[in-house]
């Protein structure tokens, strides 16, 4: 990775430490989208994005018939708003899952590690965009209203960059 | 409408009312899914949610070419996460623009309602889901970190409602 990724990568990483849930929309076969809140584990170095998933669920099988999927965190406390696209893939792997467990996955996969359902949603980024107001709220919100009303993206005031990972 | 349809957008208006930024997620042509901030102006007793948008926006578009939708609203501080899935339509409407206009609408639409961009997102709710862990945060944390990790909605403990609108 070049250091202007890392840097975006770092970038990023600073705006969504602080959001434990991300909502992740998805494609469904009827052409409608859904989203639902999922804990987020850990942005790596990559660009990757992992969280953790039941091989039996219905988000499983949307992701791997609709692997494009977007993830966005909000946090209208601090005015960020992030939107990141990419592709996701439903997978096993036992390291990974070993060096994210905690206590709270714990509850969900009784069997731990080698619960045989458990696996990783492996998100891999594509782009990332945010409204972030942090630095300077009254500007920054007032950037996030153009954006917010008429669909354009604020270019003029206030922080707005779309990082591209490819 | 009937009585249940009321109590349930009563009840949705009662989630959303205070998060003023939804983030929109739409398809692109290339399957791709992209979001952005945009600043709900009513959620209306016929179940339809209102947003201001220049027809001149790349997403104003987007939705044109893919009106099936999704629209998320996200409150950590009240563990508030809504989405709710429908159809988007981009239209001119005089005289609700006028009912929802306001002084933050006209910074960007200078010319006021006659501004001959301006144009009106009318986003009719088909579902929508949410995972509130206002009334019993401890419960309600535990159920939405279920969701969260496993990909299952929580349907044991905690208030999880899907609304069906038609």
Do not use: C
Not at 83 to 93: D, M, R, T
Request: charge should be negative; proline fraction near 5%; hydrophobic fraction near 40%.
């Amino acid at each position: 990775m070049s250091e202007v990724i890392d840097s975006s990568i770092n970038n990023l990483r600073s705006k969504i430490k602080a959001i434990r849930f991300a909502m992740l929309t998805t494609l469904n076969d009827d052409q409608t989208l859904s989203s639902r809140p999922m804990t987020q584990q850990q942005l790596d170095d990559n660009g990757t994005l992992w969280f953790f998933i039941s091989d039996e669920s219905h988000l499983a099988r949307d992701i791997t018939s609709h692997p494009k999927i977007n993830v966005t965190f909000a946090e209208p406390a601090d005015s960020i708003y992030v939107s990141i696209s990419g592709n996701a893939e439903v997978l096993k792997h036992l390291e990974k899952a070993k060096e994210l467990w905690s206590p709270a996955v714990a509850a969900w996969f009784p069997e731990g590690v080698d619960d045989p359902h458990l696996s990783l949603i492996k998100f891999t980024i594509h782009s990332a965009e945010y409204w972030d107001s942090h630095s300077n709220k009254m500007l920054q919100l007032f950037a996030i209203a153009k954006a917010a009303i008429s669909g354009h993206p604020p270019t003029d005031i206030g922080e707005h960059e779309k990082l591209q990972f490819n």
